[in-house]
């Protein structure tokens, strides 16, 4: 027999399969703590240790009580239920359970659990784990993605938390969930609709105890299948004393549902949402006993346009002098003749005037007529809807109004700028004396001729062909600055005022050197009208 970590008596003596199984899997976890003083009480039978403070004792390893703060690193892959409770881990991480593909059972209980991380349960066991313990710790919200990747789930514990939210649908995925315990929380509202009997054809207790709910959404629960409505556990919650939920729980006690029997104490509701008026509603009916059993909800949707008075009316089956109403709006304002604030008015007969509507005006008002002299109790709920006043003055443009205006004044400016701009005119020039042809050098006096022939208001002989009138019509012409070359260098030639602009050397006025420039702008590549 090999000598193993000095532990060569423990396999003494080992002869039947089941101590051999023993004995193999507590070589494993002897090898996994290792680097741990190892305390070893074996016993050949059941093949249990202790290492480092955890046990290990055939497929049950516990690390209980040790003020952990993450989950191990190292854990025997064929442990089949782990258990982690009465420790400090704050969150699961990614991971944190990799590589035990045989987990079925998962204690976290009394920890400081804040979070389950994404990726938790990645490449673990999966589908395998059965029964999750999350008890007592100190989750807040119940998110989505918690137990996305453990579909055969059948057993959650999550009561003792702080949980006040849940999220989309937790529990959509967990079509092999038969018990979940959400008890001593801090819930106000629970999506009955997500549960469903094909998602949760298993699912037959739910406990949703001890939590803050005050309104059911009773059309949901009703559809819930029949065999959850049995396990439905609703006492000690905050709940509304209201005829539609009493005639529920009624109808429920009638059917000997045990969450009516066992807990028949446990069922309070408050009178108008007042924590001091709590009445046990199952044990002592009187205050309800009176309520039509036969309508569960009643209930009805009005819509109203903002600045406008609305007359909303209590529709209940109660009728005389004895019967007293009370309104309550969607803000948990207990309403009460003659009104208040001036915004709601109440009339004896029950009927409530919403003076003129706001958008804040919109909500659930609820409607509760109390008979004392027969001791019956009815209610009616109006949906108010409060729609923005399309006439408003005051109304905000819309955004594709908004931005096509925009677009217009933008195209009406780029309009006016090319269109309306003032020109700046050239000063008007004076037209030049007729220049007398003087002698000169060829160069100079061909450029001058042809210079005076463009420039003479005397029409040219016609060159048009016989019989033809000489035009008379102005023509358009543009001057270009003529240069001569003389020694090869480039010169104006003489009685030039400016580029193309000939002149008699007799007559050359005297400019100023703006007046100069203003004319050479404008007969540089300005269209002039010639007569």
């Not at 193309?500 to 703006?514: V, Y």
Request: charged letters at 15%; proline letters at 7%; one cysteine or more.
């Amino acid at each position: 027999m090999p000598h193993v970590g000095g532990h060569t008596e423990l396999l003494q003596g080992v002869d039947s399969p089941t101590a051999w199984r023993a004995a193999v899997l507590l070589l494993v976890c002897l090898q996994l703590h290792r680097p741990s003083p190892v305390h070893a009480a074996v016993s050949s039978s059941r093949g249990s240790y202790r290492a480092g403070g955890c046990i290990c004792a055939a497929d049950i390893f516990s690390c209980t009580a040790l003020a952990l703060r993450h989950v191990p690193g190292e854990m025997p892959v064929s442990t089949v239920t782990l258990d982690l409770s009465h420790n400090h881990i704050t969150q699961l991480e990614d991971g944190a359970f990799q590589g035990l593909l045989q987990l079925e059972t998962l204690r976290l209980s009394h920890n400081q659990l804040t979070a389950i991380m994404p990726g938790a349960f990645r490449n673990s066991s999966g589908a395998r784990l059965r029964n999750m313990d999350l008890s007592s710790n100190h989750l807040c919200v119940l998110e989505e993605h918690y137990f996305q990747e453990l579909s055969g789930l059948e057993e959650l514990l999550l009561f003792n938390n702080r949980i006040s939210r849940v999220e989309g649908r937790p529990l959509a995925g967990l079509t092999n969930l038969r018990k979940a315990y959400l008890s001593h929380n801090r819930l106000t509202d629970f999506p009955f609709f997500s549960i469903q009997k094909h998602s949760h054809p298993h699912l037959s207790l739910l406990d949703l105890s001890s939590n803050r709910l005050s309104k059911l959404p009773l059309e949901d629960i009703l559809a819930l299948p029949h065999s959850l409505q049995k396990g439905l556990y609703l006492h000690n919650n905050s709940l509304w004393c209201e005829c539609p939920m009493y005639s529920l729980f009624r109808s429920w006690e009638q059917q000997e549902f045990e969450s009516l029997l066992f807990f028949r104490q446990e069922h309070v509701c408050l009178v108008y949402g007042n924590p001091r008026g709590t009445v046990r509603f199952l044990q002592h009916g009187r205050y309800l006993e009176k309520c039509n059993l036969s309508a569960v909800t009643q209930k009805s949707s009005v819509t109203v346009t903002a600045g406008k008075a609305l007359l909303l009316h209590c529709a209940t089956s109660l009728s005389g002098h004895a019967v007293t109403f009370l309104w309550v709006s969607p803000s948990l304002e207990s309403v009460l003749p003659p009104g208040n604030n001036g915004s709601l008015k109440m009339f004896s007969n029950g009927s409530l005037e919403i003076m003129a509507a706001r958008e804040k005006d919109t909500g659930i008002y609820w409607c509760l007529a109390e008979d004392r002299q027969h001791r019956r109790n009815d209610t009616w709920e109006v949906n108010v809807t409060v729609l923005a006043d399309p006439n408003d003055p005051q109304e905000p443009f819309n955004t594709g109004f908004t931005t096509l205006l925009g677009c217009v004044v933008s195209l009406v400016l780029v309009l006016m700028y090319l269109y309306l701009t003032p020109c700046r005119c050239p000063p008007c020039l004076k037209a030049p004396p007729p220049a007398t042809a003087t002698p000169s050098l060829g160069n100079e006096a061909g450029g001058g001729s042809v210079q005076s022939s463009i420039l003479t208001p005397t029409p040219p002989a016609s060159t048009e062909g016989p019989g033809r009138k000489v035009s008379t019509n102005k023509h358009v012409v543009f001057l270009e600055p003529i240069r001569e070359q003389q020694n090869g260098k480039l010169r104006a030639g003489p009685g030039h005022l400016g580029p193309g602009l000939l002149l008699g050397a007799e007559q050359q006025p005297r400019h100023r050197a703006g007046e100069t420039d203003s004319i050479m702008s404008v007969f540089s590549d300005t269209p002039i009208m010639l007569p």
